[in-house]
């Protein structure tokens, strides 16, 4: 069964850091984009980031870019996402997806809380 | 960027009543055009991928067309269980947008 989980959540100050991980099972890790989502409190959806199949290409939405790192650890089979001075409206849950045929995200976890907050 | 919208952002209907959502791009995304349905306090499940090819265990019931700027989804007769929140995502760019949601409620 093909299945992608979050962990790393939790609550944290203004300009602290937080890694977030995703772990996929039950498909090809090394064969799949990873995606992240997130979507605040009562809010829709946002696109965060995507790292490529060999983690060579990663790309930002520009609203988290210089703020945020995607990363591969090939040996842990798991995506992680760094994020770096936080802000109140970074608080949401952040999802991890998986990304099919360049265009669409098949699979998604069931996410992770982020609560930026003095 | 490309941008999304949506039409309504919210409507009422009745069960077995005919659902139609409008999804429009800033600009040509061809048919990368995708569905997404979100119920409260869950993660997004994939409904309809290229604007018109449903996923697997999507009951035929949901449909989309369209190309270009201008996608539909449509729910040919409302279910208890389809009461969401739907989006609309593109995947024409390498940075993915949604569409800011319909939420379909009852009436």
């Known amino acids: 069964q093909v299945q992608v989980v979050e962990s790393g959540g939790g609550v944290v100050q203004p300009g602290m850091s937080l890694r977030l991980s995703c772990a996929p099972s039950g498909f090809s890790f090394s064969s799949s984009r990873i995606h992240w989502v997130r979507q605040a409190p009562g809010k829709g959806l946002e696109w965060v980031a995507v790292?490529?199949?060999?983690?060579?290409?990663?790309y930002y939405a520009d609203s988290v870019k210089g703020r945020i790192s995607i990363s591969r650890d090939t040996s842990n089979n798991t995506v992680s996402l760094q994020m770096t001075s936080l802000r109140p409206d970074d608080t949401a849950v952040y999802y991890c997806?998986?990304?099919?045929?360049?265009?669409?995200?098949?699979?998604w976890g069931q996410g992770t809380l982020v609560t930026v907050s003095s | 960027d490309i941008q999304m919208t949506q039409s309504p952002s919210s409507l009422s209907a009745s069960v077995g009543d005919r659902v139609t959502i409008t999804c429009r791009a800033s600009?040509?995304?061809?048919?990368?055009l995708n569905w997404y349905q979100q119920k409260p306090g869950k993660a997004p499940k994939l409904l309809i991928y290229t604007t018109s090819t449903l996923q697997s265990g999507v009951p035929s019931r949901f449909s989309g067309s369209g190309s270009g700027t201008e996608f539909t989804l449509t729910i040919s007769s409302l279910q208890p269980e389809d009461f969401a929140t739907y989006y609309c995502q593109q995947g024409y760019s390498t940075w993915f947008t949604f569409g800011p949601g319909t939420k379909v409620d009852i009436k």
């Open positions: 600009q040509n995304i061809m048919t990368y």
């Open positions: 997806a998986r990304g099919i045929a360049g265009s669409r995200l098949d699979n």
């Open positions: 790292i490529s199949e060999d983690g060579s290409a990663k």
